[in-house]
């Protein structure tokens, strides 16, 4: 069972008893308004005013293996060294399931879809209903996850886009 502390002005992730504890210390940041959950194993999470995101725990054992997004921005830091579960981390949305192993991302979502964008390393997306079809983005490219089943269009993202959703994590 997982619950939340707040101590010092910051939020706390404290993991189920007889497990080791995460430590992930939530600040806010003012310009442009986010909250940035950082955690002791290097892992950052930075989500938009509104965001819904919700930390993933499954095996108790004091590291992130996920967090499920249902509205806004995330970007995703995840060092390197950093260690992950068999199939990486992953954010999952109610359109998507981007997985990756050390980089920095962002994920995207609206009510008609998910956007996905790689400013380094490389993230595996797939659709939730068909997470056997996915496809690999390298630092640069993107892909949008509708509800259409058709099969999903890695793409070069334009510098204005990329620029457009980055200057909203302040980059």
Do not use: K
């Amino acid at each position: 069972m997982r619950h939340l502390l707040r101590t010092a002005g910051a939020l706390t992730l404290a993991l189920a008893a007889g497990s080791a504890q995460a430590r992930c210390a939530e600040e806010t940041r003012f310009d442009p308004p986010l909250r940035v959950l950082r955690c002791a194993d290097g892992l950052v999470l930075e989500t938009e005013q509104g965001s819904r995101l919700q930390p993933i725990d499954r095996n108790g054992d004091g590291h992130l293996e996920g967090a499920e997004l249902g509205g806004r921005a995330v970007l995703v830091t995840l060092p390197p060294g950093r260690r992950v579960r068999r199939d990486g981390f992953q954010i999952l949305t109610p359109h998507a399931i981007a997985s990756v192993r050390g980089t920095v991302y962002a994920v995207d979502v609206t009510s008609d879809r998910t956007s996905v964008f790689v400013e380094r390393g490389r993230v595996a997306v797939a659709r939730r209903s068909a997470p056997e079809a996915a496809v690999t983005l390298g630092p640069g490219e993107g892909v949008d996850v509708d509800g259409d089943q058709g099969a999903l269009a890695v793409r070069r993202w334009p510098q204005e886009r990329v620029r457009a959703l980055l200057e909203r994590f302040g980059r």
